[in-house]
């Protein structure tokens, strides 16, 4: 079945750049995904890439994405303390009804 | 513009009890619409899906049920809650591009 990996925690200091890293299993997925959950909140979708792309930009967000090793980065420019958040690698693929499979997320901690 | 309501956003129940969560999306039809739980921690799990009127899959076994009595409503259902169904529910859809939107969550409490 699909597996998403993320490491669990990730600090900065404000001004800096995160890098925060996701591998996936599942050669077939069609969109990646990178969500951002505040405490106590919902899924804020933040930035997705079609899996046939291997970079997206967007403001400070880039998105790279390696086929071959099935591997997803985030890259947050100017790291804000408004940063702070965990955020999700989902994966989705077409079969059956577009199910997302997601990491288990990863919580940035921007420090001053 | 597309959006998905959920309610209620918190809810205390006891054991035993039941339970009705609500999903609407509006701006949209024939969505693939979802409910996905996340326990204590991080993890998000796909609880079911259902691509059209009446049709619900199951993803795990559990002690819930989903039904979709219209294009844009899903509702998740107990007879009887359990202290393991405590979680953040999310609700989410996607329509053929592909791309999921979620809900703003219900945080049920079991107690």
């Known amino acids: 079945g699909e597996d998403v990996e993320q490491s669990l925690f990730l600090s900065v200091r404000e001004g800096d750049s995160s890098v925060i890293n996701c591998t996936y299993t599942?050669?077939?997925?069609?969109?990646l995904y990178w969500y951002k959950q505040e405490p106590g909140a919902g899924l804020q979708l933040l930035t997705y890439?079609?899996?046939?792309?291997d970079m997206k930009q967007d403001q400070r967000l880039t998105v790279l994405l390696n086929k071959k090793d099935k591997h997803l980065s985030l890259r947050i420019a100017d790291t804000q303390t408004g940063d702070s958040a965990i955020y999700f690698c989902?994966?989705?693929?077409?079969?059956?009804?577009?199910?997302?499979?997601f990491g288990t997320g990863t919580q940035l901690k921007v420090e001053l | 513009s597309q959006t998905i309501h959920q309610w209620p956003a918190t809810l205390v129940q006891p054991v035993g009890s039941p339970l009705s969560l609500e999903c609407t999306v509006e701006?949209?039809?024939?969505?693939?619409l979802y409910w996905y739980r996340q326990a204590a921690g991080r993890g998000l799990q796909l609880l079911f899906y259902?691509?059209?009127?009446?049709?619900i899959s199951s993803e795990v076994p559990q002690n819930l049920s989903a039904s979709r009595p219209q294009d844009r409503q899903f509702i998740l259902s107990s007879k009887k809650l359990l202290l393991s169904d405590s979680g953040f529910y999310l609700c989410?859809?996607?329509?053929?591009?592909?791309?999921?939107?979620f809900g703003s969550g219900t945080r049920l409490t079991v107690v």
């Open positions: 989410a859809w996607t329509d053929r591009t592909g791309i999921f939107t």
């Open positions: 599942d050669s077939s997925s069609t969109y």
């Open positions: 701006g949209t039809s024939n969505p693939n």
């Open positions: 989902a994966e989705g693929s077409k079969g059956g009804g577009n199910k997302l499979t």
């Open positions: 890439i079609f899996s046939n792309m």
């Open positions: 259902s691509v059209g009127i009446g049709q």
